[in-house]
């Protein structure tokens, strides 16, 4: 028999049944509680209802009738409580939670520089904010800033926002996934062409480096000197630790896990840069510190190098654009094979047939090569006097 209102008042410590799953469950301390009793999903649950003593049996019979239209439209109490209960991590908490999930298969270049574009532009903007309230409009206001002035940066930072609020869906933290398609509609058309990075022509670059070995000894400086003279990516020189070096015999080995192609790549080192480096060593905080760093432990920002062309009046030339550089004086001014130019640059033979042939480094015509790349670059450079020093 249903309940009434006078069985609900007068009822004894027990379960009381109203009907269609309804119950009224009395306690020996006497508290009153209206349980609805479902089963969803193929789970048998009681859901809380309330206190009868607030929740009178009209109202009791009217929210479980609610309870049961929600359910059937795919509404799930237990994760809705679950949800409820659970602290909400802010943007900035989930992004690095998401770091350190994702980051262990990645090169060490590619797990700094995935979180320096968040701490340099978004954290500081949407860092604090929910990450259950971080939308589209939240990802359009975060990125405006920066859309025009450092594109590409920008459009990175889209996608791994896309990575951050997905891996937080996973968790549980947001709960629908975000759809972040719409964020290019609400920011201005980014005119731009897809192609080499923009290089120096080879006859400028030994005036930049004159103006580089003139000026006012800094890291940055240092580093894109470093990173001239040898061609090779920015990465490779941000990263570099004193234990990949052999000064003694002018090498640099440089780990495959750090390497684009995977591969561990010998470097022979010229004279300018044994100098460069000895007196880093002189100045270094650790013998397996990192060698470009003001404590050797943080590498330098990619944008450090970068800045130093823009103060000095390359507005559109890249750190990058300089392995171009180097290739085009290979071919122009020197007598080499492209396949030994190809190996300084450390690219990887397309051709597997020929690569399984090819194994052969061309160290000691590198070596010539180089040498010849730094002469190049020192035409308009003082006399630089290698000081000989203990080697590491």
């Known amino acids: 028999m249903p309940l009434t209102v006078l069985k609900v008042k007068n009822a004894r410590p027990g379960r009381h049944v109203d009907g269609r799953g309804l119950c009224l469950l009395v306690r020996p301390s006497g508290a009153r509680t209206w349980v609805l009793r479902m089963q969803v999903r193929g789970h048998r649950r009681d859901y809380g209802l309330g206190s009868a003593f607030d929740v009178s049996l009209a109202d009791a019979r009217i929210a479980a009738a609610e309870l049961r239209r929600r359910v059937r439209e795919g509404f799930d109490p237990v994760a809705e409580r679950r949800r409820a209960r659970m602290v909400i991590p802010t943007f900035e908490a989930a992004t690095r939670a998401c770091h350190e999930a994702l980051s262990d298969g990645w090169k060490a270049g590619h797990n700094t520089r ?22 589209s409009a939240c990802v359009v206001e975060a990125l405006s800033p920066i859309w025009l002035e450092i594109p590409e940066t920008a459009r990175r930072l889209l996608q791994r926002i896309g990575v951050v609020l997905d891996f937080s869906h996973v968790k549980g933290w947001v709960p629908e996934e975000v759809s972040l398609r719409a964020v290019r509609k609400g920011l201005p058309r980014q005119n731009y062409k897809r192609g080499h990075m923009e290089a120096m022509p080879h006859s400028e670059v030994p005036a930049l480096m004159k103006k580089l070995v003139t000026s006012a000894p800094t890291l940055g400086r240092e580093a894109l000197r470093f990173t001239i003279y040898n061609a090779v990516r920015s990465g490779e020189t941000r990263l570099a630790v004193w234990t990949e070096f052999d000064l003694e015999n002018a090498i640099w080995t440089i780990p495959a896990e750090r390497m684009k192609a995977g591969e561990t790549h010998i470097v022979p080192l010229s004279p300018p840069v044994v100098a460069l480096l000895r007196k880093r060593w002189d100045q270094r905080t650790s013998d397996t510190d990192l060698v470009f760093s003001k404590n050797g432990k943080k590498p330098i920002s990619d944008m450090t190098m970068t800045k130093l062309l823009r103060d000095h ?21 020197s007598e080499f094979p492209k396949e030994v130019v190809e190996k300084a640059l450390a690219h990887k033979v397309p051709n597997k047939v020929e690569a399984a042939y090819r194994r052969t480094d061309f160290f000691e015509k590198r070596r010539s090569l180089m040498k010849q790349w730094a002469d190049h670059l020192s035409k308009c450079e003082p006399a630089v006097h290698t000081a000989i020093a203990e080697p590491i």
């Not at 390359?314 to 001014?333: I, K, L």
């Open 114 to 135: 995935w979180l320096s574009g968040f701490e340099r532009h978004l954290f500081p903007r949407i860092g604090k904010k929910p990450v259950d309230r971080v939308d």
């Open 313 to 333: 009046g390359f507005a559109t030339v890249t750190v990058h654009g300089f392995r171009s550089t180097f290739a085009d004086w290979a071919a122009e001014c």
